[in-house]
């Protein structure tokens, strides 16, 4: 069982534009094409942040219009936000806040030994890395700028706590992906945001 950030990055280090817009990785690469349906195969457990859940709500579900798909996870999915959250019909939501580490663990939990998937945002990975939880980030970087946004891991990382490439696949024309193992810290050395 591992946790795992899986994203996808501009080649300058943004997620997202500033107002949460993910339209530049549209042109880049086919979903289907990359690793995400072996990835997700392999998940039991989601967390996401508030504005990841409600971008969802917006592109994916459209409640608004009706026209929308279904929430695309089976996986038990935990939202961490200080607000309320529109609920999804036939989903199994948490709504969170706080420290990741108990949330961690009642991901760990419900994952019966599958992968936790840490699916954004970047503070939100950073949180579980600050504790220590995190042992894999696997990013998509495209061949694009945004300038600005949001960033992928708004965190310093270096020294001891380097990460470890561990592969690097290309993508198509636009895209690659590498994987890093996290270096686990030790609890003395992980502190609660």
């Known amino acids: 069982m591992?946790?795992?950030?899986?994203?996808?990055?501009?080649?300058d280090g943004f997620l997202a534009t500033e107002d949460?817009?993910?339209?530049?990785?549209?042109?880049l690469a086919d979903i289907t094409l990359t690793s995400y349906p072996m990835f997700i195969?392999?998940?039991?457990a989601l967390a996401m942040g508030s504005a990841t859940y409600e971008w969802m709500l917006r592109h994916v579900l459209k409640p608004a219009t009706?026209?929308?798909a279904p929430w695309p996870y089976?996986?038990?999915t935990w939202v961490f936000t200080?607000?309320?959250?529109?609920?999804?019909?036939?989903?199994?939501?948490?709504?969170?806040?706080?420290?990741?580490?108990?949330?961690h663990a009642a991901m760990t939990q419900a994952a019966?030994?599958?992968?936790?998937?840490?699916?954004?945002?970047?503070?939100?990975a950073g949180?579980?890395?600050?504790?220590?939880?995190?042992?894999?980030?696997?990013?998509?970087?495209?061949?694009?700028?945004?300038g600005r946004g949001k960033p992928l891991l708004p965190r310093r990382v270096d020294g001891a706590k380097a990460l470890r490439l561990t592969s690097v696949e290309r993508l198509g024309d636009g895209m690659a992906e590498l994987r890093y193992d996290v270096p686990r810290t030790t609890s003395t050395d992980a502190a609660p945001r």
Do not use: C, M
């Open 66 to 68: 009706g026209d929308g």
């Open 127 to 146: 949180q579980f890395y600050d504790a220590g939880l995190l042992d894999e980030i696997i990013v998509q970087v495209g061949s694009v700028t945004l």
């Open 2 to 11: 591992k946790t795992q950030y899986y994203t996808a990055s501009s080649l």
């Open 41 to 44: 195969a392999d998940v039991g």
């Open 20 to 27: 949460d817009s993910i339209e530049w990785l549209d042109a």
């Open 74 to 76: 089976t996986q038990p």
């Open 112 to 124: 019966a030994g599958k992968n936790l998937w840490i699916v954004g945002g970047g503070d939100l």
């Open 82 to 103: 200080s607000r309320a959250i529109e609920p999804i019909d036939g989903a199994e939501i948490h709504v969170v806040r706080g420290d990741v580490r108990p949330v």
